[in-house]
């Protein structure tokens, strides 16, 4: 059993939550992840490690509520424990001294983005972290990623640089070296971050959320094709040059169970309905729009946390 050692709403739908997990915070390495199971009928689901206290025996992540494992999870409290947590998984991401790097981040990704920065600064890089958020509220994190940033960046989809992506391009354009780029968040804004950097040809290293089930390279669901190979995104990644990933793919293959996923969420939330209205309080989850969250409108004015 594994404590809930605290839990936060950091922006709308997403949650950080630290975790007991002694042996797991012993040899974390940033870009790995760890598979959580709510409890004993839950499924397994992998989620990117976003810190780690070898001392306190604690480890982070930053999740957005999506379906039943995610909303399950998210109902749960501090002093609460869950069942399992299996890791750390997958290859770590290799971080050396390039030189100026990029690190993107969006959604949820400005949780493993954290580990990484401060592995990469550490190394002695000029480390630029960019941030996207569908508007002010969706940004979290800045001032832990500032910590370790030699410059850290704003976009909140206005004004030109309205993306990461655009962010990335742009950068690129004034002629300034880039040695690597690194992408974390959903994989549209993984997938442009990439195509951003193409014609320039900048290493981006993205860090792919096929479905997994074992997460250790048995049962073949999180099969991706990177290359023109078959790749295990749980033992020989999750980190791949997004350069060279089949991008149509693994969406396809992250759409497949929808019907079922749909079904799932509505058995549970029937039986577990009263268990969300904390949340729905606090405006952190909508299932009803849990796909479809409407498009957040802020004044212009606002894009001023560009470049911060
Ligand atoms: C290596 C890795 C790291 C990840 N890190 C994070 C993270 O740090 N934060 C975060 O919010 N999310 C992360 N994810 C995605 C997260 O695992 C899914 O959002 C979660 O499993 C959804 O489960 P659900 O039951 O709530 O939603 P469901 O309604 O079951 O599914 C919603 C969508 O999530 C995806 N999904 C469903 N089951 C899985 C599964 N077992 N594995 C992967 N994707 C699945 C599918 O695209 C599905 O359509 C990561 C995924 C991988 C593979
Ligand atoms: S999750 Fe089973 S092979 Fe990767």
Known sequence: MYEIVTKETVAPNIIHMKFKA??????????????????????????????????????????????????????????????????????????????????????????PTLPLV???????????????????????????????????????????????????????????????????GCPFMMKVSSEASR????????SLTPIMVDGTGMCGACRVEVAGETKFACVDGPDFNGHSVNWEGLVMRLRQLIPEEDKSFNIWERDNWHRLMDCRHKKSFNPAK??????????ESECKLAGI
């Not at 709510?38 to 001392?55: H, N, Q, S, T, V």
């Not at 930053?62 to 869950?82: D, P």
């Not at 014609?199 to 993205?206: E, I, L, N």
């Open 22 to 111: 002694p042996k797991i915070a012993l040899t974390a390495k940033p870009g790995q992840f760890a598979i959580f199971r709510a409890d004993e009928k839950g499924e397994r689901i992998p989620m990117g490690l976003a810190g780690w206290d070898e001392k306190e025996g604690t480890i982070d992540i930053v999740f957005y509520v999506l379906g039943t494992s995610t909303a399950k999870l998210s109902t749960m409290k501090e002093g609460e424990c869950i069942s399992n947590i299996a890791g750390p998984l997958g290859v770590p991401t290799e971080v050396d001294n390039f030189g100026r790097v990029i690190c993107a981040c969006g959604c949820f990704g400005a949780g």
């Open 118 to 184: 401060k592995a990469l600064k550490e190394k002695g890089n000029y480390v630029i972290t960019v941030v996207e958020g569908r508007g002010p509220d969706f940004i979290f994190w800045v001032d832990r990623l500032k910590e370790h940033s030699d410059e850290v960046h704003v976009v909140t989809g206005c004004g030109k640089t309205a993306w990461a992506n655009d962010f990335i391009e742009q950068e690129l354009a004034t002629g300034k070296k880039i040695d690597r780029i690194f992408a974390h």
């Open 199 to 206: 014609a320039a040809g900048v290493d981006t290293w993205v």
């Open 290 to 299: 849990r796909r479809l969250i409407d498009k957040v409108d802020h004044p």
